[in-house]
């Protein structure tokens, strides 16, 4: 059976995916929360600012392990080399649930919440079913069940062969670019906007004080920049990764800072902070104000499907970080395997889209956060371990990164150390729900590592005697 993939990927085809993977949920779903939160638009656009600041920090850093480390798996191959197996399993982990699954979760959701623009009967307000059980909510209606269905298409996409996804990945990511740059142009050539709105308050809705809530709005901002070492999760499928990753990985992250910070002028250009308040498809709402009723309809499709290449994306590479674990027989073994014609990790993508879609039936600010929190954690160990690498003989440094060494790197790991201490004791139920899947990961290095294996079937052997033992 082969184990190997192939590369195919270029230049365009890997800066696609960082573009794809950046550009999606949270610009189109966070700064309406944003408002309330901060309530003036000078910290929102500072906020998206400074998160893409350290986004590119820690996409500089990741183009120095990617050129030292050209293979699929991103966090889990630079932790394993950096610190032990252990910690580059619990990282796959992580990434199994915080890192794709979660994400692509509110991606579908955001998604949903766009369509349901132009049917008002999809709306999270009209679900079928909520349950609340305190800390965390479970919700079923016509979002979550257009976003399911919205997950299963693009497995099923991906299920034959990385090329023909990427063909569909660059329609889609170049459909996304036109659909922003036409809403941007168009905003402020012939939209009804008002540029007073920037400096128009709101009233905050936040109980913290401004410095903690800007400190956890980052962590909404980081969701949203999550993305930007994409490319690294397919360096294996990639033409050339030396050269190639740390292009895609810098162009992709600079192309989408501009992208939102030029975005949220324009959706508080159109829209008074007030108004903006909790509403999660702030684009519609944006072009609604700007161009009609019926231009904002146009664009909430459009949106929707620039929202579907980051679904798409993420479905894509998720499945490249378990199939590296498993080859290293420190996941599931049948995650290893490729489909015998098509070159995907067949049973991967399968189990990624179920959990994607069990986890649409949680709201979305509480999806956002598990994630913020969750993932902020491990790019911060992932960037750490440049500081390490650099000590060894035979490293190979990137110059972008050498200038003012280790002021880059060190920029992103003191702000997401930050982010990390503040989550912890102001977001607790998002902290908890990371640390507890990082205990499950810990759990699960136990079983798969052979020491931690070899204890669990003793374990089960003293409290399940054989047959031969009985007799």
């Known amino acids: 059976m082969t184990t190997t ?9 890997a800066t696609a995916l960082v573009i794809s993977n950046m550009i999606g949920t949270g610009i189109f779903a966070t700064t309406g929360f944003m408002a309330g939160d901060l309530g003036a638009a000078k910290w929102i656009l500072l906020i998206w600012l400074l998160g893409g600041i350290f986004a590119l920090c820690g996409a500089l850093s990741y183009a120095e392990l990617s050129i030292n480390f050209p293979k699929s798996g991103g966090e889990y191959v630079y932790l394993r080399e950096a610190y032990s197996p252990a910690w580059g399993f619990v990282s796959g982990w992580i990434s199994f649930f915080a890192g794709f699954s979660a994400p692509i979760a509110a991606a579908a959701i955001a998604f949903a919440e766009y369509i349901s623009t132009i049917f008002p009967v ?4 009209a679900n079928i079913w909520r349950l609340d059980l305190g800390a965390f909510t479970i919700e079923v209606g016509g979002v979550q069940l257009l976003a399911t269905s919205l997950i299963a298409l693009c497995a ?40 007073d709105n ?90 609604a104000n700007l161009f009609g009723t019926q231009a904002g309809n146009i664009f909430a499709v459009l949106m929707a499907l620039a929202i579907i290449s ?61 994630i913020g929190f969750s993932l902020t954690i491990f790019t911060t160990l992932g960037v750490a371990s440049v500081l390490i690498f650099r000590k060894r003989a035979g490293w190979q440094n990137l110059k972008l990164l050498s200038f003012g060494y280790p002021l880059i790197p060190a920029l992103y790991i003191i702000a997401g150390t930050t982010m990390i201490v503040y989550g912890l004791i102001w977001q607790p139920t998002a ?20 020491t931690g294996k070899a204890k669990y079937l003793d374990f089960i052997r003293r409290w399940k005697p054989t047959k031969r033992e009985l007799e």
């Not at 569909?168 to 012939?190: C, D, E, M, R, S």
């Not at 902290?431 to 052979?450: D, E, K």
Request: with cysteine; net charge positive; hydrophobic share 50%.
């Open 310 to 370: 980051t679904v798409n994306a993420m479905v894509t590479i998720g499945p490249r970080i378990y199939f590296a674990m498993a080859r290293d027989r420190a996941f599931f073994p049948s995650a290893a395997k490729l489909h015998p014609r098509w070159q995907t990790p067949i049973v991967a993508i399968v189990c990624q889209a179920i959990c994607a879609i069990a986890m649409t039936f949680t709201p979305f600010p509480q999806l956002v956060l598990y």
């Open 5 to 13: 993939l192939s590369r195919q990927l270029g230049f365009y085809s």
């Open 431 to 450: 902290s908890l729900a990371s640390l507890l899947t990082i205990i499950s990961g810990v759990i699960g290095w136990l079983y798969f590592s052979g």
């Open 122 to 125: 999809l709306k999270t307000e």
């Open 156 to 195: 099923v996409l991906n299920y034959f062969g990385i090329r023909r996804v990427a063909r569909i990945q660059n329609f889609l990511t170049g459909t996304k670019l036109v659909v922003l740059f036409g809403f941007i142009i168009f905003a402020l050539i012939v939209g009804q906007g008002s540029w």
């Open 198 to 287: 920037l400096f128009q308050g709101a009233e905050r809705t936040s109980s913290y004080s401004l410095p903690i809530q800007l400190v956890i709005s980052t962590l909404w901002v980081m969701f949203s920049y999550s993305g930007w070492n994409a490319a690294t999760y397919v360096a294996e499928e990639v033409r050339t990764p030396e050269k190639t990753l740390p292009l895609a990985l810098a162009a992709g992250t600079i192309i989408v800072m501009v992208i939102y910070l030029a975005l949220n002028l324009i959706f508080i250009y159109s829209t008074p902070l007030e108004s903006m308040k909790g509403v999660i498809s702030v684009g519609s709402l944006s072009a």
